[in-house]
């Protein structure tokens, strides 16, 4: 009977006095496979369709800087932008957003389309006459210049 007092009293002395062992810390594995992108970024795209010609503007930025892209229908011209212009661009952008828009299906081959992302925004004719027209056509002539 001494012999079991005494064992169940120094196991968990021995067990509590032994050095504790640290978790081993892993390092996280790489994942199998590289994260998907992201649908959308930070800028805003405008398609001009004009009859058969068709011209995108696209304004973004990411970790390299402020870019613009335009294209009309071929390769497009990319350049880079100052955080003014930027600015500039993507205030007109939000500003067109919170216009009244119009229902470009009466004008399927005159039209001026706003995206933010990939998301469709606001539309307008071409040749209307109404501030969200003047407006998109401004924005439009404005991003045709920094070709």
Sequence with gaps: MKYLLT???LVPALAWSAPQKQGVQ???SAPKASPKKSTSFNGFRV?????QQKS???VWQDQRGKFYAVSKGGQPTIGTLTDTNFSFFNTQSREIASLKGNN???CPRANIQLYQGN???QASCIGLKNSTSARMTQLANMLATLQ
């Design 7 to 9: 064992l169940l009293i």
């Design 26 to 28: 892993r390092r996280a």
């Design 47 to 51: 398609t001009v369709v004009f009859g």
């Design 56 to 58: 995108h503007f696209t």
């Design 104 to 106: 470009v299906q009466s």
């Design 119 to 121: 998301k469709f925004v």
